[in-house]
């Protein structure tokens, strides 16, 4: 199993009172599994995803992956370790692209590979981008990409140093229906040639339901 998290709760204060946003949640998730999380706003969606990233703690629980040969558990490890953990095993792709505005395509790419220390990232970068469809483009700031070629440059980045899994909130939430559907398509069809596994925040039903899993947040009996 590539992860467990196993009866994890978070609570924020809130007013001087304690406001509960995830309690009691367990799942799994095995190597190239797509597993989608789903439920309303403010159900805790973006919570469950920072905390399985090590962003952020639970409170109660344990979120424990099995990578690179050992059993990591978030809780157990230093700031200064989860974040090498998070930067070297796991990929991001965000609703807002977060791309440097200073940089090319390329060498946002690339840069993740260089934190790294992986060999050749700008080779590793431009595959990447070619990959995609945007082997022309990687001289290209990204105030001069389209919505789309700026989320594709995001997806790249997130594979750039070949992460156990993606994870992935709102991916498409910025961008129009076919637009979005295209990148996605793309994404998943990355992730499926190289098994690597996904978990999607979104509150898309039609995402959601290209999901090998579901796990729906808030929701009442």
Not at 162 to 179: H, S
Request: charged share 25%; proline share 4%; no cysteine.
């Amino acid at each position: 199993m590539l992860l467990e998290v196993q009866a994890v709760a978070r609570a924020f204060a809130q007013g001087g009172r304690r406001i509960p946003v995830l309690e009691q949640v367990s799942l799994e998730l095995a190597a190239g599994q797509r597993l989608t999380i789903t439920g309303r706003s403010g159900s805790g969606k973006s919570t469950l995803l920072n905390l399985m990233a090590g962003l952020d703690l639970p409170d109660a629980g344990r979120i424990i992956w099995q990578v690179a040969g050992r059993s990591w558990n978030l809780a157990e490890l230093d700031e200064t370790t989860r974040t090498a953990f998070r930067r070297r095993h796991l990929g991001f792709v965000f609703q807002f692209f977060n791309l440097v505005p200073t940089l090319t395509a390329l060498e946002n790419v690339a840069l993740l590979a260089e934190l790294n220390g992986l060999d050749d990232p700008f080779g590793r970068a431009r595959w990447r981008l070619q990959r995609l469809g945007l082997g022309d483009r990687e001289d290209a700031f990204p105030d001069t990409l389209s919505g789309g070629e700026q989320q594709r440059v995001a997806i790249a980045r997130a594979l750039v140093h070949e992460p156990a899994v993606i994870l992935a909130d709102e991916p498409t939430g910025n961008l129009d229906r076919e637009t979005g559907d295209a990148v996605f398509a793309q994404l998943l069809e990355v992730l499926a040639e190289e098994d690597r596994a996904l978990v999607l925040v979104t509150h898309d039903p039609e995402l959601a339901a290209g999901g090998d899993a579901e796990l729906a947040l808030g929701r009442t009996p």
